[in-house]
């Protein structure tokens, strides 16, 4: 085509030249990079295996793989994928079977569990196996004897030249040959003409070097030339010897006379010799034609070109696909959903979709939220979207980060699977808190910690945005403490943290100046003896604060406006302390009634905070506080599930 149109453009040439051609088939995904790398000389394609889902038996698929990335083999993909299976890198397969054959020399078969999302699957094949794999295109060659990097047009322009070079000197050389077997052939003919002359001088010769001088001495009459030539023969001789009336051999042409035995020479055919001149003829004036023109030697390329199509074409193997071949984020394959995750204190986890647990009325049963031991109560309960981030804090001071789909979907009375499959925790390292984020976009977010002591801690979000398998420090935890509660905090808002003997203080979050995350924080609330933290809560104007108690007992608090700041500045060691600014109803009197009197006013951190709730014995003590409005609907699961 560029031989016909040399204007061609780069879009035309991708339309005859789409890409390369795998012998093991597969599919280039991304037309982009080939456009980059036909008009550069440099990119990086992706290849891909060709795979599609299949329904088997009972509501199961499968994946079928019949083509692979050029330069790998089934046995080295198998085994690598059963690897990756036994590792857990990938979830959701359940075999692995080889079912090739000469009818189907690609059939590698990987049968899916019943839950097992297939997209989400192929998705995390074509991530870490070999079905998926990249290959360094690069149009390098050599200009003028110098290496360079060109352009495909450019590129195939230079082996257009490369060709014509190669063509022209091919034939010049057959050219050469052909005149030299052509002189050959009128010595011997003329040899033919004079026979008894050139027999009776070799025989009376005395050495082949006086019969070669006496030989080249013969003239043939010009007449009786063009009879042994032809006229066409004649006609090429005069033109390249001039017009003579009698014309000698030449040295060579008497060589090849003395080469031949007396037997030989007198045996020589007439018409054999006179058919392989003229075919010589014919040779020589179509290499003067070819050479006579650059035109011609590109047409004898095309020709040639057309003929090595016909032989050798076939149809494509490789697809060029239009969809680029990044791994997509696994977020994008999986169907946004609310969930219901609990993790257990011995760190059990599991997500269920909310809607399996119906609204009830206070005060009954409930339904089964999961399956437990005695000694392995739940810790971790809360809802979250299947694409929020999951930050899991651990006793060490460590974060983790996973996406919430990444929990294993169990039903809501299924006890769960154990959280140390899934992240590098050390020995002895267990589950602190957990907290569900939407992403770490936001520079004005931060995420606020609190400790067992009372010490909290605000980092900004996007500081927890790496993700390492061994996790982040969150915070440097001082020896005995641990982290209790963590919340997401913007400028403006204001904290209420709680104690376990009914104490509560509320401050503004910007009491606590931003640290990095491997820093100890300062103190939030000042604790009475044998008290401890016990949550934090981020207060809500048109919310209320619900104080729920280890017998069951709670109740609800407005948390209003706030009052102005009171008591002793940020990192004074005045106590702060006081009762509530309306009277408390006793929890017996209240259960998990509204106190609508009751108001948290505004302190500095680090006060002993104020009376709400009384930890009695009927009551006991704090165990949560959460804040909930009242078109909310709250979801409470004992320790035993």
Known sequence: ALIDNPGLSMAELLEIVPGPDFPTGGIVMGRDALVRGYLTGRSTITLR????????????????????????????IEEKIADLVNEDRIKGISAIRNESDLKEPVRLILELKRDADPDVVLNQLYQFSPLQTSFSLIFLALVDGKPRILSFKNLLEEFLRH?????????????????????????????????????????????????????????????????????????????ERGVAETYGLSPVQADAILRLTLGQLVNLEQEKLTGEHR???????????????????????????????????NDRRTEISGEAGDIRDMAELITEATMVVTITRSGYCKRTPADVYRAQRRGGKGLKGATVDEEDPIDHLFVASTHDWLLVFTTLGKVFSMRVFELPELARDAKGRALVNLLEFEPGEKVADCRAVGGFEDADRYLMLATRSGMVKKTALEQYRRRRTKGLIAVKLREGDELVDAVITKPGDELVLA???????????????????????????????????????????DATLLTVCENGYGKRTPFGTGTPLSGPAPGEEGDGGGEA?????????????????????????????????????????????????????????????
């Open 49 to 76: 295996a060709r795979a599609h889902v299949e329904e088997f038996g009972k509501n199961r698929n499968r994946i079928v793989v019949t083509e692979i990335p050029y330069q790998q083999t089934r046995d080295a």
């Open 499 to 541: 104690t376990a003997k009914g104490m509560a203080i509320r401050f503004p979050e910007g009491d606590a100046r931003p640290m990095g995350r491997d820093t100890s924080g300062v103190r939030g609330i000042k604790l009475g003896a044998g008290d401890r933290l016990v949550g934090m809560v981020v207060a809500d104007p």
């Open 279 to 313: 075919d010589l003829l014919a040779k020589i004036t179509e290499f003067r034609r070819i050479l006579s023109s650059e035109a011609n030697i590109k047409a004898l390329i095309r020709a040639e070109l057309v003929e090595l199509e016909s032989k050798h074409a």
């Open 163 to 239: 060709r014509t070079t190669v063509i022209r000197r091919r034939t010049q050389h057959l050219l050469a040959k052909a005149r030299s077997r052509k002189h050959t052939l009128e010595g011997l003919l003329v040899a033919l003409a004079n026979i008894d002359e050139v027999i009776r001088i070799i025989r009376s010769s005395k050495s082949q070097a006086e019969a070669k001088e006496r030989l080249c001495q013969i003239q043939t009459p010009a007449a009786l030339l063009e009879r042994a030539l032809g006229a066409e023969g004649f006609a090429i001789l005069t033109e």
């Open 581 to 641: 600014e309306a009277a408390e109803p006793a929890a017996e009197e209240s259960d998990d009634e509204a106190s609508s009197g009751m108001r948290y006013r505004t302190q500095h951190r680090g006060g002993k905070g104020l009376r709400d709730i009384k930890a009695s014995a009927r009551n006991g003590a704090v165990v949560s506080i959460v804040s909930v409005r009242d078109e909310d609907q709250v979801l409470m699961m004992t320790a035993r599930g």
